[in-house]
């Protein structure tokens, strides 16, 4: 991981760890031959409160495959989430989703995990040219919320290699805030925020987990289970 660092700009700077992870690099790159609707990271920002709503939405169907209660989804009740979904995905294909979005490795998907995880599979699923000719997961207001998503990384990702590197995330703010001397500054600070592994690069599932603590998810959790102590 490390040898990566300092390298950003580089093509082979980033190599895809895992199966999963070069599905998702591949489908980001289809993606990106459609270009981006979004003109500056203010139009993202500013969509912010609808796609919070949008996710606190979702907070019934967690809580419906969440068939135990325990505040988590398992590997099992993800199946059974997937089956009712009709998603068909193999076995291997959804531990591989699970492991990668259990970012706590506490085998218990929370909510926000849960939302990172649906995007993957809004991204992955079927033929992306198809994405408007029917609905992929089965909910079209929160498949547009995620579309949304995959439009912001690809607006930052300007080399369009599936990542989003540090200067490409300067070149981004400074498109928003030109003239402002503290726009490099703001830059960073959003970089590292989605860079969590720090290897100088951002996957599209690294910026899924920032973009869930930019618009409030993982507060409202926090704050749910102060309320059940």
């Known amino acids: 991981m490390g040898g990566v660092q300092g ?9 895809p760890e895992t199966k999963l992870e070069a599905k998702v690099i591949e489908a980001m790159k289809r993606r990106e031959t ?3 609707s979004l003109k500056s990271f203010n139009s993202i920002i ?13 907070k019934a ?4 495959f969440d068939e135990d209660g325990s505040g988590a989804i398992d590997p099992q009740e993800l199946k059974h989430c997937f089956c009712e979904l009709e998603i ?7 531990n591989d989703l699970f492991e990668a979005c259990d970012i706590n490795e506490d085998k218990g998907m929370n909510f926000n995990e849960f939302i990172v995880l649906l995007c ?8 992306p040219t198809a994405s408007h000719a029917k609905s992929r997961i089965g909910m079209p207001n929160l498949e547009a919320t995620f579309e949304t998503l995959v439009d912001a990384f690809v607006f930052l990702d300007k080399n369009k290699d599936g990542y989003v590197s540090k200067n490409e995330m300067v070149v981004a703010i400074n498109e928003t805030t030109s003239g402002e001397r503290s726009s490099g500054r703001i830059a960073l600070k959003r ?4 860079d969590w592994d720090k290897n100088g690069m951002v996957n599209f599932k690294e910026f899924l987990f920032a973009f869930t603590r930019w618009v409030g998810i993982e507060d409202a959790e926090d704050d749910a289970e102060e309320d059940d102590v």
């Open 191 to 194: 970089f590292e925020e989605m």
């Open 120 to 127: 993957l599979v809004y991204l992955l699923k079927d033929d």
């Open 88 to 94: 068909n995905f193999t076995d291997e294909e959804i």
């Open 34 to 36: 459609n270009g981006s």
């Open 61 to 64: 169907t967690f809580e419906k």
């Open 46 to 58: 500013l969509k912010f409160p609808k796609i919070d709503e949008s996710f606190r939405k979702c």
């Open 7 to 15: 390298k950003s700009e580089s093509p082979n700077a980033s190599i």
